[in-house]
């Protein structure tokens, strides 16, 4: 971004201008013990001297072979998702007010809108959501929507924790409460009650669960129908190239289905951005958040695009609006769309199989050490719990050392016990990766 700076004559006239002495009287709301400035900063340095500080950093950082999942994983994202991107036109986009100037966004998202309802077997995908949590909580307040007269939300106890942290955070805010379903002990999978809730609007169902196991979907979603619920999918975008898609569940299909695209072309960076999925059945539409693009024709008889569909609160009256959190991730969804387009359905299917292969090859490997076993059995995609005779968390920060980042400890999730970790392996882990896992953790189990 370029540097506007003012000197003191130009910031004098500005305050004169508006009539206030001095800029720190612009932040007399905030309460002072809060404007105090951070001690020990450094002084600042010059752009060549910090970039050569940053260089020095990134060459002392060892180079980490990652396991680790729960929401977030390490895939191969193809050389031409960041050499794209990166082009000026695609960097700094966003949905625009003014949409119908700037039809290559527009295309981007349609083509994105298209593979999202392709992968998920659904009618309609809107333009994405802030993230895949986020979502997840619009979603429920669609099935609200739909369900007027109902107040509650069926959660089962293994959706991941961060996600479910979102929903305790915001629906009680709307006078909704959740009602977390049991998991059977032995398997892991959701223990479904024999009635539901009388107010309960909808049943989540994860797949894949925080466990890294798989449901048995068609019996939850034939329950929901039975029950007059509706159903919220939330799914792992890659594993629906190997996994039945939701729009063909049970009899009827699922009704909303939610995700997050940080599988498909965006790098693990600190949290963040990422890129919320959403898809529903057509006859929903008028309530889905978001935005919706489609694809026309102008007089002249030329394809266009336009924004069809943006019942946020910037569009029309607040209390009529669909969303007021459902930010567009345009640069998510253009890297998204790129490795789709990309991958193509062949190569995406051999990411997924290559990393369900590799799961199940890690922890054969693993189960072959004293003392080493799965806690809940179950079939599984990409990811998967195994319990170890130390503590997960001491045994995750020793393999530091041999540069392999070696999962999530479920106590640190409050799922599990002291022992579990949780391992995600992907299509980017090799033979020689997961010999170098085993030996390292058999290294420290015998000592």
Not at 195 to 215: C, S, V
């Amino acid at each position: 971004m370029p540097y506007i700076p003012h000197d003191e004559e130009e910031t004098a006239a500005m305050l004169a201008a508006i009539g206030v002495d001095r800029i720190d009287a612009l932040f007399d709301e905030i309460p002072q013990h809060l404007q105090t400035f951070p001690q020990g900063v450094p002084e600042g340095l010059s752009e060549m001297a910090l970039a050569r500080e940053f260089e020095e950093r990134a060459a002392a950082q060892p180079s980490l072979r990652s396991f680790a999942g729960a929401g977030a994983y390490a895939h191969h994202i193809p050389a031409v998702v960041p050499e794209l991107i990166g082009r000026g036109e695609f960097y700094s986009a966003y949905t625009p007010y003014q949409a119908e100037a700037s039809q290559g966004t527009l295309q981007v998202i349609f083509e994105f809108q298209t593979y999202i309802a392709r992968l998920t077997g659904m009618e309609v995908a809107n333009a994405s959501l802030y993230d895949g949590a986020s979502a997840l909580f619009e979603a429920c307040l669609m099935a609200l929507r739909l369900r007027p007269q109902q107040r509650s939300i069926l959660v089962p106890r293994y959706l991941l924790p961060h996600w479910r942290e979102v929903l305790d955070s915001l629906l009680p805010l709307q006078d909704v409460r959740c009602i977390e379903l049991d998991a059977d002990p032995q398997r892991g999978t959701v223990r479904l009650p024999a009635q539901a809730p009388a107010d309960a609007a909808a049943l989540i169902i994860p797949q894949i669960n925080a466990l890294g196991l798989l449901e048995d979907v068609d019996a939850l979603q034939r329950w929901a129908t039975d029950q007059g619920l509706l159903s919220i999918a939330v799914v792992q975008p890659l594993s629906l190239a190997l996994l039945r898609e939701p729009g063909g569940w049970g009899e009827s299909g699922a009704d909303i289905v939610v995700g997050e695209a940080q599988a498909l072309g965006i790098p693990l960076n600190g949290g963040g951005p990422y890129c919320g999925l959403f898809a529903c059945r057509r006859d929903m539409v008028r309530q889905m958040p978001g935005r919706l693009v489609a694809r026309t024709q102008d007089a002249a008889g030329r394809v266009g695009y336009c924004l069809t569909l943006q019942a946020r609160e910037q569009h029309i009256r607040r209390g009529q609006a669909t969303s007021n959190v459902c930010t567009n991730q345009g640069l998510m969804v253009t890297a998204a769309t790129i490795a789709l387009a990309s991958l193509g359905a062949y190569g995406l299917r051999e990411a997924a199989v290559r990393s369900h292969r590799q799961a199940r090859s890690l922890l054969a490997a693993l189960l072959g050490l004293q003392g080493v076993r799965r806690p809940w059995e179950g079939p599984f995609f990409n990811e998967f719990v195994v319990r170890f005779p130390m503590s997960a968390v001491q045994l995750r920060d020793a393999l530091l050392a041999d540069g392999i980042l070696a999962g999530v400890p479920l106590a640190e999730l409050g799922l599990g016990e002291d022992g579990d970790l949780l391992i995600a392996v992907t299509e980017r882990v090799s033979d020689e990766d997961i010999d170098d896992y085993r030996a390292a953790v058999g290294r420290i189990l015998e000592q």
